[in-house]
Nanobody, 115 residues
């Protein structure tokens, strides 16, 4: 079992920045790809960004150039630096990690972008 705890969400004005963190604990000897999804009210959960164990990153087109995903393997933590935030970035952000054939999810952290 792997437990994921997200932090760093909140309310920010358009154009502002936030940094999300997601720390993994438990059976963490084989953490593979880690990443972030988000879900806005009435919408599906969509992939935002992912980073492989080797450090290869991928992003949704809507966040390219504004968001940066990174991971610290010594801390079993994945980060999402979000810059130039827009109202349409408002959503609950969920982190995940793939361990062998399983995918584990965090409980989510709310991000609200509003003036």
């Amino acid at each position: 079992q792997v437990q994921l705890v997200e932090s760093g969400g909140g309310l920010v004005q358009p154009g502002g920045s936030l940094r999300l963190s997601c720390a993994a604990s438990g059976s963490i000897s084989s953490l593979n790809t880690m990443g972030w999804y988000r879900q806005a009210p009435g919408e599906e959960r969509d992939l935002v960004a992912a980073i492989t164990k080797g450090g290869t990153t991928s992003y949704a087109d809507s966040v390219k150039g504004r968001f940066t995903i990174s991971r610290d393997s010594t801390k079993n933590t994945v980060y999402l630096q979000m810059n130039i935030l827009k109202p349409e970035d408002t959503a609950v952000y969920y982190c995940y990690v793939d361990v062998r054939i399983w995918r584990y999810w965090g409980r989510g952290t709310q991000v609200a972008v509003s003036s």
